[in-house]
């Protein structure tokens, strides 16, 4: 299939997906979805939204540095202004094609400092690892602070009985028959397929890959990496917590439930939807739900105050990643002009 083709369809799909995504949430809101998105952005406090969007663009400055330290072990030191608007630039393609952004991020630096796409993307998957795995962190906190709330958020997505799912284990004897007989099929065939171009290029990629994994073992400034990856999530926990000040029905919630509300958010930015359009929002407005719930109160009331909360949310993600990524196009022209 012709590259601008494929590009063009993941693009048609990504928007379709989050188009159905939010006419499902206007749909459960009622007849009164305009009405009540504009009386939140009136009655929105912007002191608040405010202070929540410099935690948010701290992330970005904070990571812009750290990317620099995974990459100095292989031998690369970049400027971190260069770093910032590569990344602003990687957030701003994953708007319209959701993990194109990566790859954007890789070429855009190759571009301005000479790194190779196969040791740029490895420290960028690098990145991902951790991120997984404070993600998982703040699954956890919010576990234990708010384990009935994240319980129910799970009831309501997956099921609409009390009733447990069954697990269909035929299907996961094929799957597993399956995976056994591929792998057994690369063995046997492995001396042809290393004659193939693409696959040398596969593996040239996965061996890039792998020496930007390892590089987090061998950065020199172990401390300051680590206190680097706590501030961009301490920035990302308030960048989202600090929202709940702006409205009066979210200013309630208390400290430790900013765990739930990040990792209820970041498990509905996974799906594929332009901007995690209509997928953040229809986590919030079940994650809220769920808060409600445990708190014996109306599910009702707390759907309809979670799309509050995310309109504020996640329009303040979208200002700055377009607002960076504006930025970004401007200052990589310049800099691959001083360059040349």
């Known amino acids: ?75 690369y030191k970049i400027h971190n202004s260069n770093a910032l608007w590569t990344l602003s630039f990687g957030y701003f393609l994953n708007l319209g094609i959701p993990r194109m952004g990566e790859i954007g991020r890789a070429t855009a ?103 930007g994994l390892i590089s987090i073992v061998k950065v020199k400034q172990k401390l300051k990496f680590t206190l680097l990856t706590i501030g961009i999530w301490v920035c990302y926990f308030f960048a989202s917590y600090l929202i709940v000040f702006a409205l009066p029905e979210t200013s309630f919630i208390p400290i430790q439930t900013g765990f739930y509300l990040l990792a209820i958010g970041s498990l509905g930015m996974i799906l594929p939807a332009s901007g995690g359009i209509g997928a953040y929002h229809g986590a919030m ?17 707390g759907k309809d105050i979670g799309y509050s909360y995310a309109i504020l949310s996640h329009s303040l993600q979208m200002v700055i990643m377009i607002v960076m990524g504006l930025f970004s196009i401007v200052m990589l022209a310049r800099n691959k002009k001083t360059k040349q």
């Open 1 to 75: 299939m012709n590259k601008k083709i494929k590009t063009t369809l993941t693009v048609l799909v990504s928007i379709i997906v989050a188009g159905g995504l939010m006419l499902l949430v206007a749909k459960s809101l009622g007849g009164n979805f305009v009405e009540k998105t504009i009386s939140v952005v009136k009655r929105a406090n912007y002191l608040w939204i405010g202070l929540a969007a410099c935690f948010g663009l701290g992330a970005y400055f904070l990571r812009a540095i750290r990317w620099n330290l995974l990459l100095e072990p292989m031998g």
């Open 109 to 211: 630096l190759q571009t301005v400092e000479n790194v190779p796409f196969s040791k740029s993307f490895g420290t960028i998957v690098t990145e991902r690892v951790i991120d997984l795995l404070f993600m998982l962190l703040f699954l956890l906190l919010a576990f234990i602070f708010n384990y009935s709330s994240l319980l129910s958020a799970i009831s309501i997505s997956i099921s609409s009985n009390d009733k447990p799912i069954e697990i269909n284990y035929t299907i996961l004897y094929i799957i597993g028959f399956t995976t056994l007989l591929l792998f057994s099929l690369i063995l046997i065939l492995r001396k042809k397929l290393l004659q193939l171009s693409v696959v040398n290029k596969i593996i040239s990629l996965l061996k890039g890959i792998l020496t």
């Open 285 to 301: 407005m079940i994650g809220f739900s769920a808060l409600f719930l445990s708190l014996d109160k109306s599910a009702s009331e």
